[in-house]
């Protein structure tokens, strides 16, 4: 049995639900309605108001003209055929047998069967409390308690430094692994460390012939070797450890060490953007622990395996492919399908409820294709969700630049953290779609004004922590707040803030985190013109103590949002702006409490 005070809690806010302790999941604020169209539903048919049929997946939705209400349900249109009357006695019917609930303030119908509610502004005004008691889980949902997901992301071959293009996938990823989290699924972030292949071996044949280079020893770069700096710098960190002592090591020897020397590397760089893998699943082991090896007799098994013209071939074509592929070369090496194929089949082995994997614009074509493979070996790809990223290229007084690992001509991530910011790097990669090649605008993620999205976002998270300050040092409290005081347009941002599980819950059904960040610049962008007309403290006019009390617990929960929506995206949430040498006057900024 619930406590009393959870009994309470419920009662007062239904969309919010107890669980254990002092910690709250929430229920979008469509669901919370739509469960009352379904009960007026059942209701109806109950009492024999309305025929019985299957109660349909009802859809709530904000009516396009604001002021016909907040949500609205075309619910008599969906039944019609079924109950055989018209949609507006349909509504009116559905109306009359709505259960009573806390938030729902009035019900109207409109033409041609439209159902329009309204918020309760009482209840609206209430939803302050529990915004500041929930903290940093504040719109937390319960769609994924007891399930365990598995995200891939960045995945980079270790070849190289991190490159501006593969950190998309990682913003991408980091994002959907954080928003998954908001839905209390058990999250394991996760890299697929590329420590196999042909792609290795050129790079430890790259960075020996840089270090017998040094040492002034005969050498032949390969032909498709790596040029970049960081090769000629690896070698010279070899030549100051070991001196010669390598001049007769084999290219595997070259190979490991450069791996690990970019390895360690590449973990520093995604540190510095928050990005933080819980597990490195090297690709390597699928071969010593004889994966491949049983993928490949699995295949042969289950009749989806040939031999053709020297080359081991996956019959595709047998589930839908049109061609199909080679995933053993004449040469006896594997093509990326292969240890790609028995890397999923491992993850499905691990049981995972739900698989994401963010990859490049250069895997949308094998991608399908490793589903496939795991489909012919037994297993239901099913809970698989794939999302593919365009290419990313930086743009600067119109010029833009592309980016090859293998040509050493790329910018690094290192690179543009130390030049827009890590808070930058993350929003300006997560705020457009994947499906769309990006140009990251330098200028714009240097500006210090409100045209930077992320200074407009931020700055509404320092203009709250800078009200509370204020009103901290001039002893100014919240307690026994008049929530009724609280006007117009603290009421919209409350129903606006209130949005947030909502685009939490379809960001991730969608496979589209830009959501989150849209919805972010948004709500900053109905702030701050209420923070210049709503004041707690002013030199211009006289604001009553409970006006004050009661707006000062405005700022307060609008603080913790955007906090939550920061932390969501993977950036700081700062309590001063701390980049302000060229901003054009203080009070563009600062506190106006």
């Known amino acids: 049995m619930p406590t009393r005070a959870a009994q309470s809690a419920l009662q007062c806010t239904p969309i919010f639900i107890p669980v254990l302790g002092e910690q709250q999941t929430v229920k979008p604020l469509p669901l919370a309605f739509a469960a009352l169209v379904g009960q007026a539903l059942r209701n109806a048919q109950a009492n024999g108001s309305l025929p019985t049929f299957p109660i349909p997946e009802l859809k709530i939705e904000p009516p396009k003209r604001p002021e016909h209400g907040d949500y609205a349900s075309a619910v008599a249109l ?11 006695q349909i509504a009116e019917i559905v109306r009359a047998h709505l259960p009573s609930a806390p938030f ?10 439209f159902l329009n509610f309204r918020l309760e502004r ?28 598995q995200v891939e992301y960045v995945s980079a071959n270790p070849t190289g430094p991190l490159s501006v293009h593969r950190i998309r996938g990682g913003v991408i990823g980091d994002t959907i692994a954080n928003l998954l989290e908001a839905l209390s699924y058990d999250v394991t972030r996760e890299y ?34 790596y040029r970049g700096q960081y090769i000629r710098m690896i070698a010279a960190t070899l030549a100051a450890i070991y001196g010669d002592s390598l001049r007769d090591a084999p290219i595997e020897r070259f190979r490991q060490l450069a791996s690990e020397s970019i390895f360690y590397r590449l973990k520093n760089s995604m540190r510095r953007v928050n990005i933080v893998h ?34 081991l071939w996956f019959k595709s074509t047998a589930l839908g492919d049109e061609k199909d592929r080679v995933i053993v070369k004449r040469n006896g090496e594997p093509t990326y399908r292969l240890p790609d194929i028995a890397y999923h089949r491992n993850k499905l082995e691990r049981g995972f409820d739900l698989i994401v994997d963010v990859f490049g614009a250069d895997h949308a074509a094998t991608a399908p294709q490793v589903l496939l493979g795991v489909k012919a070996l037994g297993y239901d790809p099913a809970c698989v969700r794939t999302i593919i990223h365009q290419m990313v290229e930086l743009v600067e007084g119109g010029e833009a630049r592309r980016m090859s690992t293998r040509r050493g001509d790329f910018v690094e991530l290192d690179e543009l953290v130390d030049d827009v910011g890590a808070d930058a790097v993350r929003y300006f990669m997560l705020a457009q779609s994947p499906n769309t090649a990006m140009n990251f605008d330098l200028d714009l993620a240097r500006a210090q004004g409100d045209e930077n999205p992320v200074y407009r976002i931020q700055n509404a998270h320092v203009r709250c922590a800078g009200i509370l300050r204020r009103t901290a040092e001039r002893g100014l409290s919240d307690a026994n707040a008049d929530l009724s005081l609280l006007g117009d347009d603290e009421l919209a941002f409350i129903k606006k803030m209130l949005e947030t599980p909502e685009v939490i819950s379809r960001a991730v059904a969608e496979m589209q985190p830009q959501a989150l960040a849209v919805f972010a610049l948004d709500l900053a962008g109905m702030f701050h013109p209420i923070y210049d007309r709503v004041r707690v403290l002013s030199d211009q006019e006289e604001i009553p103590g409970p006006m004050a009390a009661a707006r000062l617990r405005f700022y307060k929960a609008a603080k913790v949002v955007f906090a939550r929506l920061l932390k969501l ?21 600062t506190e106006n409490a």
């Open 78 to 88: 969906q039944v019609q055929k079924l109950v055989g009357k018209p949609p507006m």
């Open 104 to 113: 729902l303030g009035s019900a109207e119908i409109a033409p041609p069967g």
């Open 122 to 149: 009482t209840w609206l005004a209430a939803q302050l409390d529990y915004i500041i008691a929930a903290g940093e889980r504040v719109f937390q949902q319960p769609d994924g308690a007891g399930k365990r997901a």
């Open 192 to 225: 697929y460390y590329n420590n196999a292949g042909q792609q290795m071996n050129i790079l430890g044949a790259s960075v020996q012939a840089r270090y017998l280079e040094m040492l002034g020893l005969p050498h032949t770069f390969p032909e498709n070797g």
């Open 278 to 311: 819980d597990v490195f699943f090297l690709e390597n082991s699928l071969y010593e622990d004889g994966s491949v090896a049983e993928t490949i007799a699995a295949l042969r098994a289950r009749g989806f395996a040939y031999e053709h013209d020297g080359a």
């Open 569 to 589: 995206m993977g950036m700081s949430a700062p309590e001063i702006m701390e980049r302000r040498a060229k901003s054009e006057s203080p009070d563009a900024v």
